[in-house]
């Protein structure tokens, strides 16, 4: 599988972004979907996640402003973020642990994970 996220750009303070990430390849499903992100010289954070039923947790920084959400017939993940701070500057990640090909849950050393959307938010 194939992640590939796309949407991030330069923003002002208290503007908003939306972040895709698509997966390509012959996968019939895939597991918890999560959106990390990394500042230069700051560990990755784990920003949001959402499990194939939906259930949902963001980091206690974005609450309220951030929405993650999935679509399993386009095989997306989404990541709306509003009220952006110049702290939300970073590479934005998209994650999953899982995916299914012919009815089988494959997992990799890591998990599966694109290739990252720079967000910039100006002050």
């Known amino acids: ?13 208290g503007g908003s972004l939306v972040l895709s990430c698509s997966a390509s390849g012959t996968i019939s ?5 999560n959106w990390y992100r ?7 954070e ?13 980091a206690d920084s974005v609450k309220g ?5 999935r679509d399993e017939a386009k095989r ?9 701070k110049p702290e939300d500057t970073a590479v934005y990640y998209c994650n999953t642990d899982a995916v299914k090909y012919d009815g089988i849950w494959n997992r990799v050393p890591g998990g599966y994970w694109g290739q990252g959307t ?3 938010v100006s002050s």
Not at 29 to 33: K, Q
Not at 38 to 44: A, E, I, Y
Not at 76 to 84: I, K
Request: charged fraction near 10%.
């Open 1 to 13: 599988v194939q992640l590939v996220e796309s949407g991030g750009g330069l923003v002002q303070a």
């Open 29 to 33: 499903g895939i597991n918890t979907m």
């Open 38 to 44: 990394q500042s230069p010289g700051k560990q990755r």
């Open 46 to 58: 784990l920003v949001a996640t959402i499990t194939q039923r939906g259930n949902i947790n963001y």
């Open 65 to 69: 402003r951030f929405t993650i959400s």
């Open 76 to 84: 997306m993940v989404y990541l709306q973020m509003t009220s952006l």
């Open 118 to 120: 720079q967000v910039t």
